[in-house]
């Protein structure tokens, strides 16, 4: 069993819909949850992060930890065709620990059409 | 400030040779990771070095292996190319291994062997 799990889609969804993306994980000492965004032929880019339980927004995007079901969820509403792009999970333990390093999931591929 | 640059963008080889990969970290970032991105698996952790020394290593064979100069690029090496190295390779440079939420990925190395 991976430590992250990630459902690798393809979703597809009409402009202005709400998208939700969810990961989940198997390791409970996981304290860092991040999501990253990756336009094709690019690297990703970190969009936000959340240490432990609990909710983060940033604009149109909620992040949300739920470390006793060992599962986070990321939410983009009033989606926008520049939204399309792959989303990854990723995760990590205490830092300089030797879970200190990132761990990711598949990715989502997620396309918003106008 | 400049991002993480990889070089080369783009590399084919041929089976049974080997290559070298290189990155450069954001300026004052001391940590460098390493991973591989496959449709398949996903990214795969490969290693990270610090202060020019690993830290931590992947569950990569013995043929990928990496350093760590002094100005903090690093490079990565695949000797023996099989088919199934074929990948994207990305790097990611921190300030420090206790920063992964502050890590930053440059746009990768696409290896196609053939």
């Known amino acids: 069993q991976k430590e992250v799990e990630q459902d690798p889609g393809p979703l597809s969804v009409p402009e202005g819909a709400i998208v939700s993306l969810n990961c989940t994980y198997s390791n409970s000492a996981f304290q860092y949850f991040m999501w990253y965004r990756q336009y094709s032929r690019k690297g990703p880019e970190l969009l936000m992060y959340?240490?432990?339980?609990g909710n983060k927004e940033d604009g149109r995007f909620t992040a949300q930890v739920d470390k006793s079901s060992k599962y986070i969820s990321l939410f983009i509403r009033d989606s926008q065709p520049s939204d399309s792009a792959t989303y990854l999970c990723a995760m990590s333990g205490a830092r300089g620990s030797t879970l200190g390093r990132l761990y990711f999931g598949r990715g989502t591929q997620l396309t918003v059409w106008p | 400030k400049a991002g993480v640059t990889q070089t080369p963008r783009y590399l084919i080889k041929t089976r049974g040779q080997q290559v070298t990969l290189s990155c450069s970290p954001i300026?004052?970032?001391?940590?460098v990771s390493w991973y591989q991105q496959t449709p398949g698996q996903g990214l795969q952790f490969l290693f990270e070095y610090f202060s020019e020394t690993q830290r931590n290593k992947g569950n990569f064979p013995g043929r990928f292996s990496g350093r760590q100069f002094s100005n903090s690029r690093s490079e990565m090496n695949v000797s023996t190319l099989e088919l199934g190295d074929s990948a994207l390779y990305l790097c990611?440079?921190?300030?420090?291994?206790?920063?992964?939420?502050?890590?930053?990925f440059g746009q990768g190395t696409r290896l196609t062997v053939v």
């Open positions: 959340t240490y432990s339980s």
């Open positions: 300026s004052g970032h001391r940590s």
């Open positions: 990611a440079s921190s300030p420090d291994p206790t920063s992964n939420t502050e890590a930053f």
